[in-house]
């Protein structure tokens, strides 16, 4: 009788050693790439010093790179007068540029950087927040769009990767907008609407939300930091948390939606059909409102209103403070609930929550747990996010470049 535990097939061993074996070429192709970017144009003997790599693979490495476009070789150079002439490796693909898009509710941004991260380009337009209008905001992205590649175009390289960045969850297949409640948008597929309005967008394109990207971002600027959790609001409240260095992602992606954490079980109904979510207590419109800034919000925007929110909140004036003060009692429960389930070492605040991180931490600090010891329940550093509006749009970037320098043959100019 055949096993209940039987492996199918008998080439199990031979295949898992040739994916092994093939992941260690990926890496290898990667190191030598990452050493040219880092170092600039050297010779093959200088690769495998720097990336520990034999001689004879630098060669074979950088023999599959050149036949890809990715590296090529300098004429023969004297080196120093002694010696036979040496070739140096320089990387080809210098001609290439990342583009990250991104909506939120006040405008449209585009960004194109290198691949060693230099800005190429930078646009930015409002749109007025038309609200339940889809088709008008897409025009204004697609403009923006339409900007930067020209840039791009201009500055003689090609677009490899573009990233759209977004306020609202995402999810699908096609990956769409599902909902976003500051442009009262149901279910939008802003890569269709781009690509309807865009010529030459390149083939790789991602739709991802902003607040998984700047957690990220923040994350890479910690070195040592396994375990954060990033909580903000500008858009709405959102979030997202790495435990061993790793995106909790949950098995409907979903995780990280901090903003529909049900804190108040007697409280209003939130658009989600939820009762009592953190947003309906703690969300920017709420908090506005109740600051006495939503028309200020109505007339300049949300990034705007929740500037002034910031600067009266600082100068002590009364409404802005009791707005905040009701506001931080709830964030600072939900932060307990938080803290209790993930156990991070560090949890950063954005969007203009960063501002006012020494506002909550007494809300946070007042109600921790007293019967084990400090070690077991030690709290979480409240920190301030450091990268402010660009934290996502770094984020795209880098995951982009990142996924490139990952497998460089992506650069081969012929795929
Ligand atoms: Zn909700």
């Given at each position: 009788m055949r096993s209940y535990l039987h492996e199918q097939g008998g080439g199990r061993g031979s295949e898992r050693a040739s994916l092994v074996s093939e992941d260690v070429r990926r890496r290898n192709l990667s190191l030598v790439t990452l050493d040219l970017l880092e170092n600039g144009p050297r010779s093959r003997s200088r690769i495998a010093d720097s990336t520990g790599l034999t001689r004879g693979s630098v060669t074979a490495l950088s023999a599959a790179l050149v036949e890809a476009g990715v590296v090529r070789e300098s004429e023969?150079?004297?080196?120093?007068?002694?010696g036979r002439p040496v070739t140096h490796l320089l990387l080809a693909a210098d001609d290439v540029a990342f583009v990250a898009l991104q909506l939120d509710a006040d405008r449209a941004e585009g960004v194109a950087v290198t691949?060693?991260?230099?800005?190429?380009a930078r646009r930015t337009q409002h749109?007025?927040?038309?609200?339940?209008?889809p088709e008008l905001i897409l025009d204004v992205l697609a403009a923006v769009a339409t900007q930067v590649l020209a840039d791009v175009e201009e500055a003689g390289r090609r677009v490899i990767d573009l990233s759209v960045v977004v306020f609202a969850p995402v999810g699908g297949d096609p990956v769409?907008?599902?909902?976003d409640t500051d442009l009262q948008?149901?279910?939008?597929?802003v890569l269709r609407g781009l690509r309807d309005r865009v010529p030459?967008?390149?083939a790789s394109m991602r739709l991802q939300p902003d607040a998984t990207l700047a957690a990220l971002a923040e994350l890479r600027l910690?070195?040592?930091?396994l375990d954060l959790v990033y909580l903000k609001s500008n858009s709405g409240i959102g979030g997202a948390a790495f435990v061993d260095g790793r995106l909790v992602a949950g098995s409907h992606e979903?995780?990280?939606?901090?903003?529909?954490?049900?804190?108040?079980?007697?409280g209003d109904l939130c658009d989600c059909g939820?009762?009592?979510?953190?947003v309906t207590v703690a969300g920017p419109d709420v908090v506005l409102e109740r600051a006495g800034l939503r028309p200020l919000m109505l007339d300049s925007g949300l990034t705007l209103a929740l500037e002034e929110l910031v600067s009266r909140i600082a100068a002590g004036e009364s409404d802005a403070v009791r707005a905040w003060h009701d506001a931080a009692v709830w964030i600072g429960r939900a932060l307990q609930i938080i803290v209790r389930s993930f156990d991070p070492a560090v949890v950063v605040f954005g969007g203009y929550w960063a501002e006012l991180v020494d506002t909550l931490r007494p809300a946070f600090l007042?109600?921790?747990?007293?019967?084990?010891?400090a070690d077991t329940w030690a709290v979480a550093v409240l920190e301030a996010g450091?990268?402010?509006?660009?934290a996502a749009l770094r984020g795209a970037l880098w995951s982009a470049r990142a996924a490139v320098l990952e497998e460089p043959l992506l650069l081969d100019p012929a795929r």
């Open positions: 023969p150079l004297l080196d120093g007068g002694k691949l060693s991260g230099d800005v190429l749109h007025g927040r038309p609200m339940g209008r769409v907008v599902l909902a948008w149901g279910r939008v597929d030459g967008l390149p910690r070195p040592g930091i979903a995780a990280g939606a901090f903003g529909h954490l049900p804190v108040d079980f007697a939820q009762r009592g979510c953190l007042r109600d921790q747990p007293t019967l084990v010891g450091v990268l402010g509006q660009d």
